[in-house]
């Protein structure tokens, strides 16, 4: 096994780990946002289609890049987005009786 | 390491410290934003960071920038506005969207390094092994979370759909799938082995999607979260990048906790969800109003609101029927009414209640109820005898006292304990039972009252009601 490889799954292995250790009992409240949250988090993709691109040499790899990238996008964008949206209505006690009084 | 290699590394090593932290400040509803403000950061960093990195290594052509641009471009402005514009009811299925392109982000990436070998280079198993597990697990989540998100929208019917011979078609696409794996580890590359894996993957997300019913679903989008977590790591082995490996074994794992934890909210184990279980959540829709078991009482939309004006206390149970009719306005309009009486109105919450947990107090926080009024399951069981009227909407199984009993679908649910207050109130579009399947004594108690109504159209007309009592 090369260096190289031998690194990263000891990095995978123990980011499993932490993964496990850091989500411990979530109140049902913020399941969703978290699922969302986590959702945003792999939109990270996003750097490996930066890669991809940056090798692009022929018509079908530029087909591949562009639907990477565009996915992608959709992925870290869209998740940060909606996460954001979704635990702002919890924060927004004072706020929200101001922003009914104007809808009326 | 180059000087460029080292600085790359170290800001990716911060930016994955920051999924960390605001993975764990997310668990707190006090910390939750800014948590997912943090996670924000770190990619804001490692995009940065890689932008940076092509910039100065100079490889990519002039195409590759236009390509990349316009699609990240595009990306961004539809990840925006989708998820700007969504209403909250829609939240779960846009989630599922961006996982389904999330999962096959990565596995573009795989089947492009395999192809850029070239057709018949040699290759050795540390790479092939981490690009085949890479193209199937995002194949699988790509198309198993698109029908999620159809299924959770209404494109696809929410039941379980099977066709005769799907299980050995099942069978046939796993053994497909594993002589895929076998060619890939062979010592050449080939575009058709490639090719196999991509397609048989994308069956089997169709296939592994398709018989589950639409309530279930929830838990089936939070763990093809997990699975595109775990495929974006090895598509870090592949182009040999820390940050997506150490980002989605953060996410594999915390996901595929997260997915336990729902489960087990709902009362179900994840090995019954996937076997396409009992029920289909939406048999609710049915007209199945014909086939009453038990004699309940009806009532009427003004009997309700003569009921609420006189009364001291209000429980309102709002459940799946509530979020399927988007009535959240209309109950906290109710709300307003009674309070502004003086009357006391709360919200029971179940851990399930609405499309997954959670959803609903992000639904009626989207309509203004106020934080203090949402009670979750152990604060709002004791309040439940010194109420005067529980208003049930559109929610059964988590208040059938038979979860009390042993010996049947719903046993050891935790339940809300509704038929402990003065007068219950149901509203339903019809006796079906819920997705448990299970008959609910509460609906022919003495106390309960039945109103046969969709949940929006009944609370408008119980509202006018209302009001017109306490003028």
Known sequence: ?104 | MSALQTISSLIYLVSAVCYVLGVHLMRSPKTARKGNGLSAVGMFLAVITIIVTIIIEGKIDAIGWVVLLVGLALGILYGIVKARKVPMTDVPQLVSLFNAVGGGAAATIGIFDYLLKGDGASLSVAFSLPVFLDVVIGGITFSGSLIATGKLSGHVSGKPISFPGSRLLNIVVVIAILASAYLMMGLTTNVWYVTLALAMSLIFGLLMTLPIGGADMPVVVSLLNAFTGLAVAFAGFVINNQVLIIAGALVGAAGTILTLQMADAMNRSVANILAGGFGTGDSDSGAAAADVPVDVKETSADDIGLQLAYAHSVMIVPGYGLAAAQAQHEVAELAKVLTDQGISVNYAIHPVAGRMPGHMNVLLADVNVPYEQMKQLDDANPMFESTDVSLVIGANDVTNPLARESGNAISGMPILDVDKSKSVVVIKRSMSTGYAGVQNPLFAMDNTQMFFSDAKKGLQEIVAATKQYLE
């Open chain 1, 1 to 104: 096994m090369s260096q190289e490889l031998f690194t990263n799954l000891a990095i995978f292995v123990l980011s499993l780990l932490v993964g496990f250790e850091v989500m411990s009992k979530i109140p049902a409240t913020l399941q969703t946002p978290m699922m969302s949250g986590a959702n945003a988090i792999h939109g990270v993709v996003v750097v490996g289609a930066f890669v991809i691109a940056a090798e692009a040499n022929s018509a079908l790899f530029y087909v591949l890049a562009f639907l990477g990238a565009f996915f992608a996008a959709v992925n870290v964008a869209g998740g940060y987005t909606v996460t954001d949206r979704m635990l702002g209505m919890f924060d927004r006690k004072p706020a929200a009786k101001k922003g009914e009084a104007e809808q009326k």
